[in-house]
């Protein structure tokens, strides 16, 4: 099995261990991985909150950083064995995230994650990109754009 394979596995078993989360597109790069993800709302039709921040660096149940944490720890221990090591880099620290606020941004977003495969050339985690990206210009002008502190 592929490291990427494992990856993949991992994000759909999500839904599996927390009912309360739908997966939405994803894609599996060389180097990364981009998915969008959707909290249901609770028992008593309450909006589910998904704290961006960890309290005090302990997790949150159903909050983001606890969410992909937990992903990112599946998919490095399965790698790990795969590899017969608990050595080597498997993810980068941190990861980004953004709040899809309207329908213009999540379809704009969702298309990015189907076509990155095919604009792999202009990534900005490819280390031989020949240009910019234009929806990274494009993300990148929202003034507020929290970041994951894993």
Request: hydrophobic fraction near 35%; aromatic fraction near 12%; include cysteine.
């Amino acid at each position: 099995m592929r490291q990427g394979e494992i990856v993949a596995e991992e994000w759909l078993n999500t839904t599996v261990i927390r009912p309360y989360v739908t997966l939405d597109e994803f894609t599996v790069m060389p180097n990364h991985f981009h998915g969008i993800l959707w909290l249901l709302r609770d028992e008593q039709g309450t909006a589910r909150r998904a704290p961006t921040m960890e309290r005090f660096g302990k997790p949150v149940k159903g909050s983001l950083p606890t969410i992909i944490g937990a992903f990112k720890a599946a998919v490095t221990r399965r790698i790990y064995a795969l590899r017969n090591s608990g050595k080597g880099e498997v993810w980068q620290r941190g990861y980004y995230e953004h709040v899809i606020r309207d329908d213009a941004s999540f379809n704009r977003i969702r298309e990015y994650i189907m076509n990155n495969p095919l604009n792999w050339e202009f990534d900005r985690e490819n280390l031989d990109r020949k240009s910019e990206d234009k929806f990274y210009c494009w993300l990148a002008s929202f003034k507020t754009r929290p970041t994951g502190k894993m």
